[in-house]
């Protein structure tokens, strides 16, 4: 069994700045892509960034130049830097890892999502 766990989110004005992680634990051989994803009330669930175990980044439009994802592969942590927050990146935020278990299977994993709230 893996779990993630996010941790990170909370309440902040616009302009302001949030950090997220997702650690991973439990049967790991090693993990492939790691995204954040976001869910806005009324609004289907859509990927903000990823990062592959290389450290390849790939963005949403939407929060290019103000987000930042990155990962620490030896502690199986995905991290995403929120800077120049605005109202509209209001979302529960959720962690997603594509994981290869330690009996060589694949498996995609989700947390269980952490809230980021930006005020005007």
């Known amino acids: 069994q893996v779990q993630l766990v996010e941790s990170g989110g909370g309440l902040v004005q616009a302009g302001g700045s949030l950090r997220l992680s997702c650690a991973a634990s439990g049967s790991i051989f090693s993990i492939n892509v790691m995204d954040w994803h976001r869910q806005a009330p009324g609004k289907q669930r859509e990927l903000v960034a990823s990062?592959?175990?290389?450290?390849?980044?790939n963005y949403a439009d939407s929060v290019k130049g103000r987000f930042t994802i990155s990962r620490d592969n030896a502690k199986n942590t995905v991290y995403l830097q929120m800077n120049s927050l605005k109202p509209e990146d209001t979302a529960v935020y959720y962690c997603y890892a594509h994981i290869w278990s330690t009996s060589r299977s694949p498996y995609s994993y989700w947390g269980k999502g952490t809230q980021v709230t930006v005020s005007p």
């Open positions: 990062i592959t175990s290389g450290g390849n980044t």
